[in-house]
T-cell receptor, first 114, second 116 residues
Framework: AQSVTQPDIHITVSEGASLELRCNYS??????LFWYVQSPGQGLQLLLK??????LVQGIKGFEAEFKRSQSSFNLRKPSVHWSDAAEYFC????????????FGQGTELSVKP | GAVVSQHPSRVICKSGTSVKIECRSL??????MFWYRQFPKQSLMLMAT?????????EQGVEKDKFLINHASLTLSTLTVTSAHPEDSSFYIC????????????FGEGSWLTVV
C-alpha cells in the first residue's frame, strides 16, 4: 500500500537551532517527493520537491531535503530555524503515473521557542 | 508565478443547503485538478480528481452524489457540497496540475466550510 509516515507529530526547537523533520514513504512506483508548509488557516506552500537527479534538493526559505532510496526517506532539514518557521509541515509522495495525485503524511507541527 | 485561487475562502451555510467552492488556475490551463479535504489537526485526504470535460474520479469512500465536481473549463473546477451537514465542516483545498511546466502541482489557499 502507498503511504507516507511522519513519525513526529510535534517538534519544538529553539530559534537558531538546527531542524530535521522525518518522512518515510512506501510507494510502488518511482516516487516524486514533496515537502509543503501550512500556516494556521492557510493553504499549502511548496518548500521543495524531488523528481530525479541529485538526491539533495534545495528549497525555499533555507530548507533542504535528502532523498535516500535505501531508507525510503525524504527528511527535511534547516541549519538554523527562525521563529517564522513555526507551522505545520507535510511530506507528500506522488508519481507521474498518478497524474499529480498526492498522498500526504500526517504532518509535523513545528514550534519555535525564543 | 503560477497561482491557483479558491473562492470563497470562508463560508458558513445552514444544514441542508448546498454550497459551491471554486478553484481557478489564474495563469495557466489545467486539464486536471484535485480536491482534498482536511479536518482540523489532520492531514489532507484526496477526495477526487477533476478532469476537464469528463466526469471526476472519486476516491473510495467519497460520496459522489454529495460532493459534486464540475470541471467545465480549463481554468475552473467547482466542488458543490450538497445537503450540507455539520460533519461536512472542514477545510477544502484544491490543486491544479500545470502540464506546461513538467506537471508541477500548485495548491489553492483553501476554503473553510462551516455548516451550522
Amino acid at each position: 500500500a502507498q503511504s507516507v509516515t511522519q513519525p513526529d507529530i510535534h517538534i519544538t526547537v529553539s530559534e537558531g537551532a538546527s531542524l530535521e523533520l522525518r518522512c518515510n514513504y512506501s510507494y510502488g512506483a518511482t516516487p516524486y517527493l514533496f515537502w509543503y508548509v501550512q500556516s494556521p488557516g492557510q493553504g499549502l506552500q511548496l518548500l521543495l520537491k524531488y523528481f530525479s537527479g541529485d538526491t539533495l534538493v534545495q528549497g525555499i526559505k533555507g530548507f533542504e531535503a535528502e532523498f535516500k532510496r535505501s531508507q525510503s526517506s525524504f527528511n527535511l532539514r534547516k541549519p538554523s530555524v527562525h521563529w517564522s518557521d513555526a507551522a505545520e509541515y507535510f511530506c507528500a509522495v506522488g508519481s507521474f503515473n498518478q497524474g499529480g495525485k498526492l498522498i500526504f503524511g500526517q504532518g509535523t507541527e513545528l514550534s519555535v521557542k525564543p | 508565478g503560477a497561482v491557483v485561487s479558491q473562492h470563497p475562502s470562508r463560508v458558513i451555510c445552514k444544514s441542508g443547503t448546498s454550497v459551491k467552492i471554486e478553484c481557478r488556475s489564474l495563469d495557466f490551463q489545467a486539464t486536471t485538478m484535485f480536491w482534498y479535504r482536511q479536518f482540523p489537526k489532520q492531514s489532507l485526504m484526496l477526495m477526487a480528481t477533476s478532469n476537464e470535460g469528463s466526469k471526476a474520479t472519486y476516491e473510495q469512500g467519497v460520496e459522489k452524489d454529495k460532493f459534486l465536481i464540475n470541471h467545465a473549463s480549463l481554468t475552473l473546477s467547482t466542488l458543490t457540497v450538497t445537503s450540507a451537514h455539520p460533519e461536512d465542516s472542514s477545510f477544502y483545498i484544491c490543486s491544479a496540475r500545470r502540464e506546461s511546466s513538467g506537471n508541477t502541482i500548485y495548491f489553492g489557499e483553501g476554503s473553510w466550510l462551516t455548516v451550522v
